[in-house]
């Protein structure tokens, strides 16, 4: 788990640069990315570990991000946050590649939870 | 109580049932069905007996008239018959012998027997000359020389030329008839043939007519002296007690009621050559026997009918009364369901963007607070350490009872989620228009169905396409004037979509108004609206992919226009 490479995408500035500096408190390497598109190019010049994708976003939705990704990296694990508190929205996003998903807020240590799963499953 | 007012109040009475009125209104609605139906069966039923009943009398007395009427006729003609036969004889008689001859007694006596011998009934002969005396006589009596000349029989023979006397009594109490003959010799003086005849032979004629023994025939004078013997109304030259108009030529039949006080009908055929009359009598008990036989057997059919109906109708009203206050009562109980389905909606989508707007805010403080912890826990030197953590967790905490409460608000929205189906609009519309029906009916708004046939069916949500229309439709009733209307049109649009519009003829918009119908919590009605009719009408619209136009004029009214896609495709919503 030390120095794993996650990006975090959501729309929200404030909420994930703060989550990118708790994680890195805690010695994982996170960076950021505030829309699908930044987060597509991002994967592309340096695949991360993980992804922790929000589903609600303007421009390309997560849905698009997480299907494009899963095209290009099917082993890359994606982790999905959603705000509308819907389990319809998580089914959806496991059905087409998600690891599993969170609701927002969230709680750091079941994130860095989940995270572990995810890396475990994907060797 | 006229239809109009039966009809008012059957409408009536299938609007409003608020509360114990309901009962009572469908009492009069049942009162009203049960008379008007009532009515319309038993009327009809009435005139046509009524009908039958005068039709069958008349064409009845008709068939008892007629036979009368011949029977009468036939018998009189008997009886002039038997008289022209004597006055021939008698004219024959006086031409055939000349005046001296018949003056003589032995001529006189030999006529008088050879008639006897070949016609019955006669009594006497006898000559009498233009003085009035009796100058030759045979017969049972002795009336030779008697005068004639003041009697009124001789001033009569002597003008007219024949004469037929009434019946008189003779001298040995028989009743007799008196003919008597006038004849003018060449010479110009002229004398009388004179023959009385017993009037025994009337009574074998009226025994001809076979008569049963409840009738009466008799001949009668013209002043009303009975002349033959009558079973009923006395005996001979008595007075007639019954009163009738005796006609002139013809039998004439009448109704009467005789001394005895039965009913019966009298035919009189008055005779042309002689001063009498044929009275026939028959018992109405008797010929209208049949009527009265019929009449009861109608009048149990009219009555059994009668009561037939009024148990049918009864039964029928209550079936139908029944029914219609269960439908109505469904239709409450529908439309409470609706209503209580749209409120919950309502707050449903309102607390779903409560919940999804908040949420956000509440993610960035728990990420802030949690980096606050964080930082706290990992500086060792941090002052007053305990106290930040415990302010921290105190947030933490705060924050997770927020989520918790977002969360459950976000699942009582879920339950409200789009369910999409195959739809026809024109049945949805129609289905729609059930719950307003009977306001438009109160109020007399007339709606107009414009639904083009074969629309192609679209798939959306039932229920929130329901309530786009009755927010629309309801907005429409709410603007219109009693007595406006309101038009109700779809059609394709292209062959990706539909169109419906509702058109109403009422108050219409400003502006003003107009730009900010869609907004949340924007109203015009003060008190009575919520200002989210149409707002949610609009966030239901943009959710299935459709859109929403309105046209407005103030005095002139509004036109809502709804465009749906034939597939819906969820967008994002409001």
């Known amino acids: ?123 | 109580m006229n239809f109009k007012n039966l009809w008012t109040g059957l409408t009536k009475s299938l609007l409003h049932e608020s509360g114990h009125e309901a009962s009572n209104r469908y009492r009069i609605l049942r009162r009203n069905i049960f008379i008007l139906m009532i009515l319309i069966t038993i009327i009809p039923l009435i005139i046509m007996a009524v009908i039958y009943q005068h039709e069958y009398h008349s064409s009845i007395k008709q068939e008892i008239v007629i036979p009368l009427q011949t029977l009468t006729a036939k018998t009189k003609h008997t009886f002039e018959l038997f008289f022209e036969e004597r006055l021939s004889v008698i004219r024959f008689i006086a031409s055939s012998y000349s005046f001296e001859k018949l003056s003589d007694q032995k001529t006189m006596n030999r006529i008088f027997n050879v008639l006897l011998n070949e016609y019955c009934c006669l009594v006497d002969l006898g000559l009498i000359n233009n003085k009035g005396i009796q100058l030759s006589y045979a017969g049972p009596y002795n009336f030779l020389g008697k005068d004639y000349s003041e009697q009124k029989w001789f001033q009569e023979v002597v003008v007219k030329g024949t004469y037929i006397s009434n019946v008189f009594m003779g001298y040995r109490k028989f009743p007799h008839v008196a003919v008597a003959v006038l004849r003018r010799t060449e010479d110009g003086s002229s004398y009388i043939l004179r023959a009385t005849i017993d009037t025994s032979k009337f009574d074998d004629i009226i025994a001809s007519m076979g008569l049963n023994p409840e009738s009466d025939a008799f001949l009668i004078s013209r002043s009303g002296i009975i002349q033959t013997s009558s079973r009923f109304y006395g005996e001979i030259m008595d007075h007639c007690p019954l009163s009738f108009p005796q006609g002139n030529y013809e039998a004439i039949v009448t109704d009467a009621i005789d001394p005895r006080g039965r009913e019966i009908l009298v035919a009189c055929a008055p005779f042309s050559s002689a001063e009498y009359a044929l009275v026939l009598v028959k018992p109405k008990s008797d010929v209208l026997h049949t009527w009265h036989t019929l009449r009861s057997r109608m009048l149990f059919v009219f009555i059994s009918s009668v009561a037939l109906i009024i148990l049918v109708v009864f039964k029928l009203t209550d079936t139908l009364v029944k029914r219609v206050k269960e439908a109505d009562e469904k239709r409450e109980l529908t439309y409470r369901e609706f209503q209580h389905t749209h409120k919950l909606s309502s707050i449903g989508r309102l607390a779903a963007g409560v919940a999804h707007e908040i949420n956000n805010p509440m993610a960035i403080i728990n990420e802030k607070a949690g980096l606050m912890k964080d930082l706290v826990a990992y500086d060792e030197n941090f002052q007053k350490k305990e106290k930040f953590l415990g302010l921290i967790d105190s947030i933490l905490k705060s924050v997770e009872r927020c989520r918790a409460i977002t969360h459950r608000l976000l699942g009582f929205a879920r339950r409200m989620e789009v369910q999409l189906v195959e739809l026809d609009l024109n049945e949805l519309i129609q289905e729609t228009l059930g719950f307003l029906e009977k306001e438009a009916l109160y109020r007399n708004v007339e709606l107009v169905l414009n639904l083009t046939d074969n629309l192609p069916r679209i798939s959306s949500d039932r229920g929130q396409m329901q309530q786009v229309f009755l927010n629309i439709i309801n907005n429409a009733l709410a603007a219109v004037e009693d007595e406006g209307e309101i038009v109700i049109t779809s059609w394709e649009e292209d062959s990706d979509t539909v169109g419906v519009s509702i058109r109403d003829t009422g108050c219409g918009m400003s502006e003003e108004t107009l730009k900010s119908i869609f907004d949340p919590f924007f109203s015009t009605k003060q008190e009575n609206g919520t200002g989210l009719g149409l707002a949610i009408t609009y966030g239901i619209v943009k959710k299935m992919g459709g859109d929403i136009k309105v046209k407005s004029k103030q005095g002139e009214g509004s036109t809502f226009t709804v465009y749906l896609p034939k597939k819906t495709k969820i967008g994002p919503g409001e």
């Open chain 1, 1 to 123: 788990m030390e120095n794993l490479k996650i990006l975090l995408v959501d729309d929200e500035e404030e909420f994930v640069t703060t989550l990118a500096e708790r994680l890195e408190l805690r010695g994982l390497q996170a960076r950021v990315a505030l829309n699908g598109e930044a987060a597509l190019k991002m994967i592309e010049a340096d695949t991360p570990e993980i992804v922790i994708l929000d589903v609600m976003m303007p421009g390309i939705g997560g849905f698009e991000v997480l299907r494009r990704i899963k095209a290009q990296h099917p082993q890359l694990p994606v982790i999905l946050l959603t705000g509308r508190g819907s389990e319809k929205e998580g089914v959806k996003g496991m059905q087409l590649g998600a690891f599993d998903y969170l609701m927002k807020p969230l709680n750091i240590e079941e994130l860095i939870k989940k995270m572990q799963e995810a890396i475990e499953s994907h060797p």
